[in-house]
Structure formats: C-alpha cells, structure tokens
C-alpha cells in the first residue's frame, strides 16, 4: 500500500500523486491539512524518513515566520507543538511505501519508493521531462 500525505493546492504534492497514479497504483490519500496530524504520527513519519523536525518545517507559504519558528535555537518539540496546531507548517507530501518513507521535494524522489515506473514520457505540471520516452530518469 502506498500512502500520501496530501496537499491539492500543492504542485509537488499533485506532480507526486500523478507519478504514482501513472505508474499503476491507487494510493491511500490523507488530506492532512482536514485531518490534522497527531503528535505519534509525526514522530513516527520523521522518524522512518529520518527527518527532525527542522527539516520537515515548511518555510514558504507557511506561518513559520510569523510563528518564530525560524531560530534555530527554537526546539524540536515546540516545532511539534506548532505542526499540530497548524498542519501546513508539515512540508510535504510524504509518502509511505513498502520501500520506505520520504518527503517527495522534488517530486521526482517518489520514484525510489515504487516498484514500478510510469511508462514515459512523463512530464511535470510546469512540463519539465522527469522520465524520458525510455522511461529513464531525466532529472
């Protein structure tokens, strides 16, 4: 089973979601910006995907600024606290496969947790190539 952590207002988010429907799977999608996050399910996703909580902090188009989040004195924990409180601060989309846990910026890094490839070519919403005709990783 393939789960994605989901922002439809995200290209990223989106590019992920596509790459994965073209390879042939129907991913599990959670929309965490409805549902929210719980405290055991970020740590056990940071964790897995071998990210602190710094690294999982959305900057842009986020409330991390306006929050004081951005000193890199301000601990991990009160980064938590403020990723429960506002889910968009999470940076996304992280996606969960057999083969592990990753936070899919680029997009393209989904393709090391699938099996299989989309045939290609495959292209980008912003038409940048990610597999070529061959189906041969471009970028």
């Known amino acids: 089973m393939i789960v994605i952590h989901h922002n439809p207002d995200c290209g990223t988010s989106r590019n992920v979601l596509a790459l994965v429907r073209a390879a042939g799977y129907e991913p599990h999608v959670i929309p965490y910006l409805e549902t929210g996050w719980t405290r055991p399910q970020l740590l056990g996703l940071f964790a897995a995907a071998d990210l602190s909580p710094r690294a999982a902090l959305r900057i842009t188009k986020s409330p991390a600024e306006a929050l004081g989040l951005l000193d890199p004195s301000v601990p991990g924990e009160r980064l938590l606290d403020a990723m429960l409180e506002h889910p968009v601060l999470v940076n996304r989309p992280l996606v969960c496969t057999?083969?592990?846990?990753?936070?899919?910026?680029?997009?393209?890094?989904?393709?090391?947790?699938?099996?299989?490839?989309?045939?290609?070519?495959?292209?980008?919403?912003?038409?940048?190539?990610?597999?070529?005709?061959?189906?041969?990783?471009?970028?």
């Open 98 to 139: 057999p083969k592990g846990v990753r936070l899919c910026r680029p997009s393209e890094f989904v393709l090391d947790l699938l099996d299989r490839w989309p045939e290609g070519p495959v292209y980008k919403e912003d038409g940048q190539m990610i597999l070529d005709a061959m189906g041969h990783r471009v970028i």
